[in-house]
Each structure stands twice: as C-alpha cells, then as structure tokens.
Nanobody, 122 residues
Framework: QVQLAESGGGLVQPGGSLRLSCAAS????????MAWYRQAPGKQRELVAL???????NYVDSVKGRFTISRDNAKNTVSLQMNSLNPDDTAVYYC????????????????WGQGTQVTVSS
C-alpha cells in the first residue's frame, strides 16, 4: 500500500506565506507525476500545481508567480511554496501522486492525501 502524509497547513494573514509538504511512504517502485489540488467551500476541486518526473511544472493561472511546486525524488516528497496569499486561496489542499507498484504485474496507483486546511484571513 502507498500513503501520502501532508503537513504545513494553517492560518495565515493576507500577504503571508506557507509551505506545504507531502511525503510518500509504503511499498512502491517509483513515483511519477505529483501534484497539489485544492477545494474551497462550494467549489469543485481544482488542480493547483503539477510537477512531472523531469521537474517540468504546470500551474493554474491564478497562482502563477506566487506558488512554486518542487519535488525531491530521493526522499519521495513534493512541496508547495505559497507566497502572497490572499483569501481566495483558502481551501483544503490535497497532495496527489502516481505510484508505480508491483505485485504480479506493474501497475500505477493514483494516491491522495487526506487534505490539509489553509485559511487566509486577517
């Protein structure tokens, strides 16, 4: 089995910064794509940032220039540095990863973290 452990959420004032971290653990051969999603009250879950195995990244337009996603392949972790936060960033943030596992055959599992609350308010 594969699990994702998230940390770093909390309450921050507008204009402040937070860094979210996510670590994969369990039995797997490797991790492919990793991403951060978020879901605000009354809204659908959206992809915030994506990092591929070759470190290429994609961001939703609303966070470009403010958020930075990065990964450490040796530690099987992904982080999201969030700067210049505003109240619209308030949401539950979810870590996502594609884990390559092998039982009788090689498979790719889509794994989700439990979510961590980010609240931007004065």
């Amino acid at each position: 089995q594969v699990q994702l452990a998230e940390s770093g959420g909390g309450l921050v004032q507008p204009g402040g910064s937070l860094r979210l971290s996510c670590a994969a653990s369990g039995s797997f051969l490797s991790i492919n794509d990793m991403a951060w999603y978020r879901q605000a009250p009354g809204k659908q879950r959206e992809l915030v940032a994506l990092v591929f195995t070759g470190d290429r990244t994609n961001y939703v337009d609303s966070v470009k220039g403010r958020f930075t996603i990065s990964r450490d392949n040796a530690k099987n972790t992904v982080s999201l540095q969030m700067n210049s936060l505003n109240p619209d960033d308030t949401a539950v943030y979810y870590c996502y990863a594609q884990a390559v596992v092998k039982t009788t055959s090689v498979r790719i599992l889509q794994v989700w973290g439990q979510g961590t609350q980010v609240t931007v308010s004065s």
